[in-house]
C-alpha cells in the first residue's frame, strides 16, 4: 500500500508538471484527490490493515495528499501568472502610432456666409426671425402692395400650390409676418430659402436664398438704409468696398433702389466675377410703402422705415468666386470640402 500510495504520488506530480492550462491542472485534482479519486480509493480500504500499520499508512496518505496540494496549488500559480502575462503582452497599445484620421465635417459654404452676415446685422441691433416657405397669396403678395392683377407679378414666376397657398418667391413675406405681430422699433433680418420656377442654369435655380431686412421706427429716412446697407458691404467684401445705389422699383417699396457693389476681384475694372462691368448687383431695398405699413396697422404718419431684400446665393458665388449657381446645390463632396 505504501508502494501503491507513493506511485499515486510521483504520477499525480509528474502530471502537474506536464499540465499546459488551468484546466488540466482540475483535471489531475480530480482525477488523484476527487472523491471517487484515486487515492480517496486506497484509503477506502485502510480499513483492510492491522490496527498497527493503519496509522503509519493514515500519516503517510496525509502527507502524500498534502504534497500533492502543494503541487498544484503552486502549479495553478504559475499557470495564473503566465496567463495574466500573455494576456498583457496581447493587449500591448504602441502609443507611438499615428492615429486614424476621422473625416471631419464642416459648414456649407451658404452657412458660411450667412453666419457672417447674421453676425454683422446683430451688432446693428438686427433680431433674426423665421418665416413659413409654404406661404398664402396674401403675405407674399397682396400685404405687400402686390394685388391679383398687379403686372408686378409677372416679375416673380411662382409655384402656386392649392388654393391661396404658394411657395414663397421672396422672403418679403416675413415683413408682413413680422409688423403684424411687433410694434416698432422693428429691426429684424429673415433668412431663408425662396422658390421661383426658373430654367436651372448657371445663374438661375428655383431654389434660392434671400435675406430679408427690415427696419421701422419713428424718424427713419433714406440716410439710415443708405448707413446701414454701406455698413453691411463694406464688412462684407471689405473696406475699400464702393457702393451704388441705383433708382429702381419694387411695389413695397417707395421709392425704391438697387445696390451694386464694386467688384471684390478687379476692384471695378472689370473681370469674369463681374462680368466685365465692375460692379455686382447684390440687393434690392427701399423705404417701406406707406400703403404697406397700413396694411400691418402701422400709422405711416407716425412711423417709416426702410426694407432690403438681398441675394445669398449672389453674395457666397462671388465671395468665393463659383462661377455656376449650380455648384451650391449639388452638394458634391469634392466641392463642398474645400470650404
Ligand atoms: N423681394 C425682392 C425680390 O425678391 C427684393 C427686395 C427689394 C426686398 C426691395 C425688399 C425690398 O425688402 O425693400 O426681388
Same mark, same amino acid.
Given at each position: 500500500?505504501?508502494?501503491?500510495?507513493?506511485?499515486?504520488?510521483? @504520477?499525480?506530480?509528474?502530471?502537474?508538471?506536464?499540465?499546459?492550462?488551468? &484546466?488540466?491542472?482540475?483535471?489531475?485534482?480530480?482525477?488523484?484527490?476527487?472523491?471517487?479519486?484515486?487515492?480517496?480509493?486506497?484509503?477506502? @480500504?485502510?480499513?483492510?490493515?492491522?490496527?498497527?500499520?493503519?496509522?503509519?499508512?493514515?500519516?503517510?496518505?496525509?502527507?502524500?495528499?498534502?504534497?500533492?496540494?502543494?503541487?498544484?496549488?503552486?502549479?495553478?500559480?504559475?499557470?495564473? !501568472?503566465?496567463?495574466?502575462?500573455?494576456?498583457?503582452? +496581447?493587449?500591448?497599445? !504602441?502609443?507611438? =502610432?499615428?492615429?486614424?484620421?476621422?473625416?471631419? #465635417?464642416?459648414?456649407?459654404?451658404?452657412?458660411?456666409?450667412? %453666419? !457672417?452676415?447674421?453676425?454683422?446685422? *446683430?451688432?446693428? #441691433?438686427?433680431?433674426?426671425?423665421?418665416?413659413?416657405?409654404?406661404?398664402?397669396?396674401?403675405?407674399?403678395?397682396?400685404?405687400?402692395?402686390?394685388?391679383?392683377?398687379?403686372?408686378?407679378?409677372?416679375?416673380?414666376?411662382?409655384?402656386?400650390?392649392?388654393?391661396?397657398?404658394?411657395?414663397?418667391?421672396?422672403?418679403?413675406?416675413?415683413?408682413?409676418?413680422? =409688423?403684424?405681430? *411687433?410694434?416698432?422699433?422693428?429691426?429684424?433680418? $429673415?433668412?431663408?430659402?425662396?422658390?421661383?420656377? !426658373?430654367?436651372?442654369?448657371?445663374? /438661375?435655380?428655383?431654389?434660392? /436664398?434671400?435675406?430679408?431686412?427690415?427696419?421701422?421706427? &419713428?424718424?427713419?429716412?433714406?440716410? %439710415?438704409?443708405?448707413?446701414?446697407?454701406? @455698413?453691411?458691404? *463694406?464688412?462684407?467684401?471689405?473696406?475699400?468696398?464702393?457702393?451704388?445705389?441705383?433708382?429702381?422699383?419694387?411695389?413695397?417699396?417707395?421709392?425704391?433702389?438697387?445696390?451694386?457693389?464694386? $467688384?471684390?476681384?478687379?476692384? #471695378?475694372?472689370?473681370?469674369?466675377? $463681374?462680368? #466685365?462691368?465692375?460692379?455686382?448687383?447684390?440687393?434690392? +431695398?427701399?423705404?417701406? /410703402?406707406?400703403?404697406?405699413?397700413?396694411? $400691418?396697422?402701422?400709422?405711416?404718419?407716425?412711423?417709416?422705415?426702410? +426694407?432690403?431684400?438681398?441675394?445669398?446665393?449672389?453674395?457666397?458665388?462671388? *465671395?468665393?468666386?463659383?462661377? %455656376?449657381?449650380?455648384?451650391?446645390?449639388?452638394?458634391?463632396?469634392?466641392?463642398?470640402?474645400?470650404?
Amino acid at each position: 500500500m505504501k508502494q501503491q500510495l507513493e506511485q499515486i504520488k510521483n @504520477q499525480a506530480i509528474e502530471e502537474l508538471k506536464s499540465a499546459a492550462d488551468l &484546466k488540466a491542472v482540475d483535471d489531475v485534482r480530480v482525477k488523484y484527490l476527487g472523491k471517487k479519486g484515486e487515492l480517496t480509493a486506497i484509503l477506502k @480500504q485502510m480499513g483492510g490493515l492491522s490496527p498497527e500499520e493503519r496509522p503509519i499508512v493514515g500519516q503517510l496518505a496525509n502527507k502524500i495528499r498534502a504534497e500533492i496540494e502543494e503541487t498544484l496549488t503552486e502549479t495553478l500559480a504559475t499557470l495564473k !501568472d503566465k496567463e495574466t502575462e500573455q494576456r498583457l503582452a +496581447a493587449e500591448t497599445l !504602441d502609443i507611438t =502610432m499615428p492615429g486614424k484620421k476621422t473625416a471631419e #465635417g464642416g459648414l456649407h459654404p451658404l452657412s458660411i456666409v450667412l %453666419d !457672417d452676415m447674421i453676425d454683422i446685422f *446683430r451688432s446693428m #441691433g438686427f433680431d433674426i426671425v423665421d418665416g413659413p416657405e409654404v406661404e398664402t397669396d396674401y403675405y407674399n403678395f397682396e400685404a405687400l402692395n402686390v394685388p391679383a392683377d398687379h403686372p408686378a407679378r409677372d416679375m416673380q414666376d411662382t409655384f402656386y400650390l392649392a388654393e391661396g397657398l404658394l411657395l414663397r418667391t421672396q422672403t418679403s413675406a416675413a415683413q408682413i409676418r413680422t =409688423m403684424e405681430t *411687433r410694434k416698432p422699433p422693428i429691426r429684424i433680418l $429673415c433668412p431663408g430659402r425662396v422658390y421661383r420656377a !426658373d430654367e436651372v442654369d448657371a445663374t /438661375h435655380s428655383p431654389v434660392f /436664398h434671400q435675406i430679408e431686412g427690415l427696419v421701422v421706427d &419713428k424718424g427713419i429716412t433714406m440716410c %439710415d438704409l443708405k448707413g446701414v446697407l454701406e @455698413q453691411f458691404a *463694406r464688412e462684407i467684401y471689405g473696406p475699400e468696398t464702393k457702393v451704388k445705389f441705383r433708382p429702381s422699383f419694387f411695389p413695397f417699396t417707395e421709392p425704391s433702389v438697387e445696390v451694386d457693389v464694386s $467688384c471684390s476681384e478687379c476692384g #471695378g475694372v472689370g473681370c469674369r466675377v $463681374c462680368k #466685365g462691368s465692375g460692379w455686382i448687383e447684390i440687393l434690392g +431695398a427701399g423705404m417701406v /410703402h406707406p400703403r404697406v405699413l397700413s396694411a $400691418c396697422g402701422i400709422d405711416p404718419e407716425e412711423y417709416s422705415g426702410f +426694407a432690403f431684400g438681398i441675394g445669398l446665393d449672389r453674395i457666397t458665388t462671388t *465671395r468665393y468666386k463659383i462661377s %455656376d449657381i449650380r455648384n451650391l446645390f449639388e452638394n458634391d463632396l469634392r466641392f463642398l470640402e474645400q470650404f
